[in-house]
């Protein structure tokens, strides 16, 4: 079970990066609702926390598994804090706003976005109960980013046109940039799933 302040018990994990098979698979399901699937959300707070984020999902910390967890305010600066197992996005509406984004796994890389303004994810919690979760806003954006963590998406892949090119530019200049390791599904482009081009 989680503790009183999240991530005071965990472990922080080195993030994983943006060219790492992990991150661009898709993640398979939590079977398992014991004492080790605490501890990796446990160790994902912690890990979130340590690098000033608002989400983090499993495959970030090298984890293919279903879960993510955050702690984000929405527009109205309303915090959000929790985790969902097994998530899955279920509604998307309102109307698409660019806002910026920005992803743990490609430190500093932040790009105008296009999100919807409302999402729902459904899924579990720690002893595999149902949870929904509902955002509107930046809160929306955030679900919206981690589910598609865990399908082996990255916020890259949601941008088209100039906006791509340059979020792509800036990638291949970033210090922390390597070319994607052998087996990850990072497109022609070398940018990731779904390009868009």
């Known amino acids: 079970m989680l503790s009183r302040i999240p991530g005071s018990a965990g472990a922080v994990h080195p993030v994983t990066p943006w060219a790492s098979p992990v991150l ?24 979130m926390y340590a690098a000033d984020g608002v989400g983090l999902a499993a495959n970030q910390v090298g984890v293919g598994l279903r879960v993510f967890v955050y702690d984000c305010p929405d527009d109205e600066d309303v915090r959000h804090l929790g ?79 100039w906006r791509r090119a340059r979020a792509l530019r800036a990638m291949r200049r970033a210090p922390w940039y390597v070319p994607a390791e052998a087996g990850a599904d990072v497109g022609a482009d070398g940018a990731g799933r779904g390009s868009r081009a």
């Not at 698979?25 to 890990?47: H, I, K, N």
């Open 24 to 47: 661009r698979a898709v993640c398979s399901p939590v079977e398992r609702f014991d004492a080790e699937l605490g501890a990796l959300v446990e160790s994902m707070f912690a890990t």
């Open 83 to 161: 985790h969902v197992v097994n998530p899955v996005l279920v509604e998307t509406d309102g109307v698409v706003v660019a806002g910026e984004e920005g992803c743990l796994s490609l430190p500093g890389l932040r790009a105008q976005t296009p999100r919807y303004d409302r999402a729902v994810v459904r899924g579990q919690d720690l002893t595999g109960a149902p949870v929904e979760i509902e955002g509107t806003g930046f809160f929306a954006r955030c679900l919206q980013h981690e589910a598609a963590h865990l399908d082996g998406g990255v916020f890259l892949d949601e941008l088209g046109g």
